[in-house]
């Protein structure tokens, strides 16, 4: 009796293991490819209203744990920066409904999640010293979400060894590895263990973040200024941001490359009146 019952539950087992498994085949089959906002081939596997829905739970979470900043004045000011950007925003991505919340946290740190969910952490001002770099770090953030870097990174996974672990919690798995989970997003260190984003994706989130700020009449020179403050601001051991978002020459060298659009950009957004005043 004991030995049938036993043999029930594994083979019960096994029919949620190739459940999961043709789960994870669908999804390649259906969605693996996609193209990046500046052309780059991706491997997406998740449906997007997935994706959301991680980033909308993981930032309630976050917002439970962490203590938030209420102070009228720092929330105006960011809020103000983030709808500046993200009504330049084409398609869908403007419709999103964008939250941001700043967090009591020193850590010069911001991140955004799919979902629309920005997060700000109060030391982030240290680096970020006016609206324009602000915008810099918030453009770059926003740049990770609408480049589906955490889908990727997501996809990424499960098409590796992780890959069945990773379907297992999509289906509803155990808080720990949610958790890891969260981390792919790229959810700040309260969560677990960070995954820095790739080279790649820096590149790109710093490129889509350059090209909104510009066409929001932010100065699109303060980028350099920011990873500038970031780098001082570290000495010999790097922000909180830096290890999550490895920085090196590359990126002020790409960013400087990138500069003469950019300003072109920027000025035909004064000219049309785009002065934000989010102070
Ligand atoms: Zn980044």
Not at 90 to 98: E, F, H, I, L, T
Not at 230 to 259: C, V, W, Y
Not at 264 to 271: F, I, N, P, Q, V
Request: net charge positive.
């Amino acid at each position: 009796m004991m030995t049938k019952q036993k043999l029930l539950t594994r083979t019960q087992r096994q029919m949620h293991h190739f459940r999961l498994m043709g789960l994870v085949a669908l999804a390649l089959l259906l969605t693996a490819c996609a193209t990046s906002p500046l052309g780059r081939k991706q491997l997406i596997l998740l449906p997007d209203s997935q994706m959301d829905q991680l980033g909308r739970a993981s930032y309630v979470d976050l917002k439970k744990k962490q203590p938030v900043e209420r102070d009228p004045h720092e929330n105006r000011y960011v809020q103000c920066v983030v709808d500046a950007l993200t009504r330049e925003l084409a398609g869908p991505w403007r419709k999103v409904q964008w939250e941001v919340t700043v967090f009591k946290d020193d850590s010069a740190n911001a991140f955004a999640l799919p979902g629309g969910k920005i997060g700000v952490h109060t030391g982030l001002f240290k680096a970020a010293k006016n609206q324009h770099q602000l915008a810099a770090v918030l453009g770059h953030e926003i740049g990770h979400v609408i480049a589906r870097h955490g889908n990727e990174r997501v996809s990424t996974n499960l098409a590796t060894q992780t890959g069945l672990q990773l379907a297992a919690v999509l289906a509803g798995g155990s808080p720990q590895k949610k958790q890891q989970l969260m981390s792919l997003l790229g959810v700040g260190a309260q969560v677990g263990v960070l995954l820095p984003f790739s080279r790649r994706h820096e590149s790109e989130a710093d490129l889509i973040g350059l090209d909104l700020m510009a066409r929001a009449g932010f100065d699109p020179r303060q980028s350099i200024a920011l990873w500038q403050n970031m780098q001082k601001l570290g000495g010999s051991k790097p922000p909180e941001f830096l290890s999550t978002h490895p920085a090196n020459e590359r990126r002020i060298f790409d960013l400087n490359r990138a500069m003469e659009g950019a300003l072109a950009k920027y000025g035909r957004a004064l000219a049309a009146g785009k002065h934000p005043r989010c102070h």
